[in-house]
């Protein structure tokens, strides 16, 4: 039994169990690591961002309306220069009882994606005068395709301003993402155990991404 909740600890209870703190390390954790590369090419990065209030604005139906909403991540000229764009991070699991009626992995990839669109696309374009991307992701270490055009964009950038190929900008990218997704659903499964031991994580921007040397 879940020794918070009191349901059977299953391997999907562990992944879904709100209770405990382990699916916010795992969603801060991306919502960290994303904002980690967004600082390499983008201008004022920044973590949760307060939205401005609607003042009366018409929003489409299912907006976030609230005067304390926040989103993830925002950051400027990732699309174009001294645009800003704003970022919201979604894991699910697919076996969960939220996901039982879509019948396809694609299908809940686009299912989440759409669902942070209705509620935040159209006050971002409308208030914020920018725009917004969902990154959602899976417990099994997958991503959208919302999320992966944003990161192969970053990889780009990253390629051009620091000198990087793009195939190893955008394979670090994504396995640094995996890596940490990996690390928070087997901390979800095992729970925290022992003292931290440091690890050797060092900043992205002194890194040459291109390991292998060439002959």
């Known amino acids: 039994m879940c020794l918070v909740c009191g349901e059977p600890n299953t391997i999907n209870h562990a ?3 709100k209770k405990g703190g382990y699916v916010s ?3 801060n954790s991306l919502r960290d690591r994303t904002a980690e590369i967004m600082r390499i090419t983008c201008k004022d990065v920044s973590i949760e961002p307060a939205l401005l209030p609607i003042n009366g604005a018409q929003l489409p139906p299912g ?3 609230a ?4 989103l993830d991540v925002a950051a400027r ?5 001294l645009e800003k764009a704003f970022f919201d991070i979604r894991v699910f699991h697919a076996p969960a009882a939220s996901n039982r009626n879509l019948k396809t992995i694609p299908a809940m990839y686009l299912h989440h994606e759409n669902s942070k669109k209705r509620e935040y696309n159209g006050r971002v374009m409308q208030v914020e005068k920018g725009v917004f991307s969902p990154l959602v992701f899976s417990t099994s270490g997958g991503m959208g395709k919302e999320a992966g055009k944003v990161y192969n964009r970053i990889a780009q950038k990253m390629a051009y301003t620091k000198g990087q190929k793009y195939h190893d ?15 928070t659903t087997v901390i979800s499964l095992r729970g925290y155990r022992g003292k931290p031991t440091p690890a050797f994580d060092p900043e992205i921007d ?3 991404l291109n390991l292998i040397p060439e002959g």
Not at 77 to 81: F, G, H, I, L
């Open 15 to 17: 992944l879904i169990c």
């Open 25 to 27: 390390l795992r969603h």
């Open 63 to 65: 907006s976030n309306k």
């Open 67 to 70: 005067d304390n909403a926040r």
């Open 77 to 81: 000229s990732v699309w174009n220069p």
């Open 169 to 183: 900008a955008v394979s670090y990218i994504r396995k640094r993402l995996r890596f940490d997704l990996l690390k």
């Open 206 to 208: 002194d890194l040459d």
